[in-house]
């Protein structure tokens, strides 16, 4: 199972921006389906933002499309999330996950990975 390390969360007023990085520890990320999660306050883990890093396809949920870009670096074995414009609701902890046994970036980001295992996330905080 590849462990993840996501890093680059902070405290930002509304509108700010921040860039989420996602390691992993081994390289096999090229073939896999790689997704970002959040969980705020009192609520379920949901994907905002999965890439099929097969075919590059990407999925973005309804609330983050124009301010949120998932991007790798695969070299580094790494994801990016650029998070713009952000908004009080987009607090909470973000976690990366990888599934190589899902196929499209929409599958990851509605169904999550099927086996979980997640990192200590990273938090992001929106708030003036």
């Known amino acids: 199972q590849v462990q993840f390390v996501e890093s680059g969360g902070g405290l930002v007023q509304p509108g700010g921006s921040l860039r989420l990085s996602c390691e992993a520890s081994?390289?096999?990320?090229?073939?896999?389906?790689v997704g970002w999660f959040r969980q705020a306050p009192g609520k379920e883990r949901e994907g905002v933002s999965c890439?099929?890093?097969?075919?590059?396809?990407?999925y973005y949920i309804d609330s983050v499309k124009g301010r949120f870009t998932i991007s790798r670096d695969g070299a580094k074995n790494t994801v990016f999330l650029q998070i713009n414009s952000l908004k009080p609701e987009d607090t909470g902890v973000y976690y990366c996950?990888?599934?190589?046994?899902?196929?499209?970036?929409?599958?990851?980001?509605?169904?999550?990975?099927?086996?979980?295992?997640w990192g200590q996330g990273t938090q992001v905080t929106v708030s003036s």
């Open positions: 081994a390289s096999t990320l090229d073939y896999s389906t």
């Open positions: 890439i099929n890093n097969s075919d590059g396809s990407v």
């Open positions: 996950a990888e599934d190589p046994r899902i196929t499209t970036a929409q599958a990851m980001c509605l169904r999550g990975p099927s086996i979980e295992s």
